[in-house]
């Protein structure tokens, strides 16, 4: 499941913005708190935290990598899914870049995937929202 929008940003803040992100999902993410990075080194980071789902408060936690222009969040710990989202950036002017993120999700129980295009759609318009409002440098 994926969606993708365009950010009229340059490559470059949106590169600085998604690896913002790894460490702030807070301004990214609704529900989320208690984020606490328990590893960091130049490849990858693992980060858990508390995420409120459908009501409910679901610790969990990732192994974030991180190449130009993709970063990877891999789940590690949750009680319900396996799997892992795409955050990625593609160029497409020096004011535009194409942001796209992508759910590979299965539940653990069932093996269905998860689906909900809504959240993933927010995601990415959130993600927009923020880089338009935050010009400067984020880090």
């Known amino acids: ?13 949106v590169w600085d913005h998604l ?12 529900g989320v708190s208690n984020i ?4 960091k080194n130049d490849n990858f980071s693992i980060r858990k935290m508390d995420v409120l789902m459908n009501g409910v408060t679901e ?18 710990e949750h009680p319900i899914f396996i799997g892992h989202v795409d955050n990625d950036a593609k160029f497409i002017s020096e004011n535009e870049t ?9 539940n653990k129980t069932t093996q269905e995937p998860f689906s909900n295009p809504e959240l993933v759609k927010n995601a990415v318009l959130k993600t927009i929202e923020f880089i338009t409002a935050h010009q400067t440098k984020t880090k």
């Not at 499941?1 to 803040?13: D, G, N, P, V, Y």
Request: hydrophobic share 45%; charged share 20%; proline share 5%.
């Open 19 to 30: 690896i913002y992100k790894i460490e702030h999902p807070e301004n990214f993410v609704p």
């Open 59 to 76: 610790t969990l936690i990732e192994k974030i990598s991180f190449t130009p222009y993709n970063v990877r969040f891999e789940l590690v």
């Open 98 to 106: 194409e942001i796209t993120y992508t759910i590979n999700w299965i």
């Open 36 to 39: 606490i990075i328990l590893e």
């Open 1 to 13: 499941m994926q969606f993708s929008a365009i950010a009229k940003a340059s490559l470059e803040k």
